[in-house]
């Protein structure tokens, strides 16, 4: 049983597995006793036996039901579930992110740049391409790593607003672009946060760079 906590997509996968086994795989969604039977696959995989589902859509909030069967022995096996969070261009809408979240998203290319008037002051290029929202509330008072060192696929920057005076004009808290240590040109920044004070979070490229990260 898996439950969505973003829409998104999903890869379910047994090409890796170990032992090899002829593996059968059904997902549904639902609740016990009254599925609702979504998708299946049947050696899917480049070798025999190995099933997959790719980059199935799921909605937030439901619950899914992944069913495997090895279907010559009662013997286990090793397999993969991949979610790719879709995030929120929306600055008034962001996706909330809790303490600890580790959270893998589509790509950044072909979304807007919704970065606002009042936008955090980089130096070198202004950031042109597409813009993902988060937020994080703060349950005390302290420091917050928000991170895609070594995560992203793009030369990422991070910016950190509160919504004040409003979400469409937030007030810039914290910023970074390259962090020290990071490879590849990635982000990494620390802010100070006061309890019950919640924050956004825009991830966003270095001049027009886009590509997908985990946060």
């Known amino acids: 049983k898996w439950v969505a906590q973003y829409a998104g997509t999903i890869s379910i996968s047994a090409c890796a ?36 589902i790719l980059n199935r859509p799921v909605t937030a909030g439901t619950t899914y039901f992944i069913e495997w069967d090895n279907r010559n022995s009662s013997n286990g096996f090793t397999w993969q579930l991949q979610f790719t969070a879709t995030a929120s261009t929306n600055p008034c809408a962001p996706l909330p992110l809790a303490c600890g979240a580790n959270v893998s998203s589509n790509s950044t290319s072909g979304a807007p740049n919704s970065l606002p008037v009042t936008a955090c002051a980089f130096n070198g290029a202004a950031s042109t391409g597409g813009t993902h929202w988060w937020s994080h509330t703060a349950a005390t008072n302290g420091e917050v790593i928000v991170t895609l060192c070594g995560n992203a696929a793009f030369n990422s920057r991070l910016s950190v607003f509160e919504p004040t005076p409003s979400c469409g004009t937030p007030t810039c808290v914290a910023m ?40």
């Open 176 to 215: 970074n672009d390259d962090s020290p240590g990071c490879p590849n040109n990635t982000s990494e920044v620390r802010f100070a946060a006061q309890a019950g004070h919640t924050y956004h979070i825009a991830v966003h490229g270095s001049g027009a760079a886009a590509g997908t990260y985990t946060i």
């Open 17 to 52: 597995q170990t032992p090899v086994v002829n593996t059968y795989l059904r997902l549904h969604s639902g609740a016990c006793g009254t599925l609702t039977f979504l998708q299946q696959d049947d050696d899917g995989c480049s070798f025999f036996g190995g099933s997959r």
